[in-house]
């Protein structure tokens, strides 16, 4: 697999999780990475993107100021680090790579993914 997600997990309300994406066999110099998310009947969700020069990210707007993305190329992994968690950021995270020029919060865009991470947080 290209990408595989981990760090998902069971946390409390307000608690902090980060997820990592090891990217293999794709260069995080070439293709922009998106963590997306989704709850069962629901369609995936564009949580985060950066791009693949690293100097632009975006973020949903119930992310803002709460997720930060970051990546560190020498170690092929994309990292997602989410603060103050809520009930309503329970969902399977995925991350997905694409070779798009800006990086993009819709799957649509996105060529290859990985198989997703849950996370859940406990009221």
């Known amino acids: 697999l290209p990408l595989v997600e981990s760090g998902g997990g069971l946390v409390q309300f307000g608690g902090s999780l980060t997820l990592s994406c090891v990217v293999s066999?794709?260069?995080?110099?070439?293709?922009?990475i998106g963590w997306f998310r989704q709850v069962p009947g629901k369609e995936r969700v564009g949580v985060s993107c950066?791009?693949?020069?690293?100097?632009?990210?975006n973020y949903l707007d119930s992310a803002k100021g709460r997720f930060t993305i970051s990546k560190d190329n020498a170690k092929n992994t994309v990292y997602l680090q989410m603060n103050s968690l809520n009930s309503e950021d329970t969902a399977v995270y995925f991350c997905?790579?694409?070779?798009?020029?800006?990086?993009?919060?819709?799957?649509?865009?996105?060529?290859?993914w990985g198989l997703g991470t849950q996370v859940t947080v406990s009221s």
């Open positions: 997905a790579a694409d070779w798009a020029d800006v990086c993009s919060g819709s799957p649509h865009e996105y060529d290859y």
């Open positions: 066999g794709l260069s995080l110099d070439h293709h922009n």
């Open positions: 950066i791009s693949r020069s690293g100097d632009r990210s």
